[in-house]
C-alpha cells in the first residue's frame, strides 16, 4: 500500500510540474482522476451548451426579416454545430464516449449553460444571443485558449474566431434595430432588458461558492475567476450599448474610477439555480426537443457506424 501511494504521489508531482512549467497536458500524458472527471464535466458542459444553443436561433430561420438574415443565420447555427463537434471530440481523448455524454444530458447528470433555456421572443432575441450571449462566451472562451489541457485549449483557438463573427452579427441585429423605427428600438430594447442578467450569469457564480474552482486554478484548466471574466465582459459592453443608444438595464450601473471598470447591480443567483436545476422557462422544452432529434437521428449514426466497420473489414482483407 506504501509502495501503491508513494508512485502515486511521484506521478502527481510530475504533472503538476508540467504545470507549473506551462507545458500541455495531451491525451496520453498520465494525470490525476479528479484532472479527467473535472474536464469531462466542464467539456461536456460545453458541447452541450452549443448543441443545445442551436434550438432557440434555429426556430427563427424561416422567420428572418431577409434573405441576407436567413444565410447568416444559418452558417452561424452551422458553426455552433461544429463547435460541439470539436468539443465532444476532445472530451473523447479522455476516455469517454460521446454515447456516454448525450446519456448523462438526457439523464440530467450533465448540464449546460442556463442562458440557453430562456425562449428567443423577436427577432431582436437573436440580436441579443449573437451580441451579448456569444459576446460573453468570447469573453471566457479567449482565456480557454491557455487552458492546460492541449486538445480543448486548440479547439478554442477556431471556436473563438467564429465566435467573433456571431458577436458582430448580433451586434449588426441590433445596430440596425436601433437606426430603425420607434417600434424596432422597443424590441431591441426590451430584448436587452431581458437578456442582459441571464448573460452575466453565464460567467457563473462568484468563485467563493463554487466546489470546482479550487483545483481548476490549480492545474491551470482555469485562469481567470469568473468575477474577472464578468468584470471584462460588462466593460467592453457597456460601451457598445452606448454607441447604438441602448439602456443597460441596471440602475445601479456606474463607472468606478478607482478600479477603471463599471460597479454594477446585484445579480439574482436565486434564478441562476432554479434555471439550472430545471425550472427556467424553456429547460423541458430543450431537452424534448434534444431527446427527440437524438433518437430520429439514430439510423444515421447506426449507418455510419456499419459503414466504417466495413470499410476497416475491407483494409483488414487486403
Not at 15 to 38: C, L, N, Q, S, T
Not at 84 to 113: C, F, P, V
Not at 185 to 213: C, V, Y
Request: include cysteine; proline fraction near 3%; hydrophobic fraction near 35%.
Amino acid at each position: 500500500m506504501q509502495v501503491a501511494d508513494s508512485v502515486k504521489d511521484q506521478l502527481l508531482r510530475h504533472f503538476e510540474e508540467k504545470i507549473d512549467k506551462g507545458d500541455a497536458i495531451e491525451p496520453r500524458d498520465r494525470m490525476p482522476d479528479a484532472y479527467r472527471k473535472h474536464l469531462i464535466r466542464q467539456m461536456s458542459q460545453h458541447a452541450h451548451s452549443e448543441v443545445i444553443g442551436m434550438q432557440p436561433e434555429g426556430n427563427w430561420i424561416t422567420r428572418a426579416p431577409s434573405l441576407r438574415a436567413r444565410q447568416i443565420l444559418l452558417a452561424k447555427i452551422q458553426d455552433e454545430g461544429g463547435h460541439g463537434l470539436y468539443l465532444y471530440s476532445a472530451a473523447e481523448t479522455l476516455g469517454i464516449s460521446r454515447d456516454e455524454m448525450i446519456k448523462q444530458l438526457h439523464t440530467g447528470k450533465a448540464k449546460y449553460s442556463n442562458i440557453f433555456n430562456y425562449p428567443a421572443l423577436t427577432w431582436a432575441d437573436i440580436g441579443a444571443i449573437g451580441w451579448l450571449v456569444d459576446g460573453a462566451a468570447i469573453v471566457n472562451q479567449v482565456s480557454l485558449q491557455r487552458t492546460s489541457y492541449g486538445p480543448y485549449s486548440r479547439a478554442m483557438v477556431r471556436i473563438c474566431k467564429e465566435e467573433s463573427f456571431h458577436q458582430r452579427q448580433g451586434y449588426e441585429i441590433m445596430a440596425r434595430m436601433m437606426a430603425g423605427t420607434a417600434d424596432q428600438r422597443a424590441m431591441a430594447q426590451d430584448a436587452m432588458n431581458r437578456w442582459w442578467w441571464p448573460s452575466l450569469m453565464m460567467f457563473g457564480p462568484h468563485d467563493s461558492d463554487s466546489p470546482h474552482s479550487g483545483d481548476a486554478f490549480r492545474w491551470k484548466i482555469k485562469r481567470h475567476s469568473n468575477d474577472e471574466l464578468r468584470q471584462k465582459f460588462i466593460d467592453k459592453t457597456v460601451q457598445q450599448a452606448e454607441v447604438i443608444g441602448l439602456t443597460i438595464p441596471d440602475q445601479d450601473l456606474k463607472w468606478n474610477e478607482a478600479k477603471r471598470g463599471y460597479d454594477h447591480g446585484t445579480i439574482n443567483w436565486e434564478e441562476f439555480y432554479q434555471v439550472i436545476g430545471g425550472n427556467g422557462p424553456c429547460n423541458q422544452q430543450r431537452m424534448d426537443h434534444h431527446k427527440q432529434v437524438h433518437e430520429e437521428g439514430a439510423w444515421v449514426r447506426e449507418a455510419a457506424a456499419a459503414y466504417a466497420k466495413k470499410k476497416q473489414e475491407k483494409l483488414l482483407n487486403h
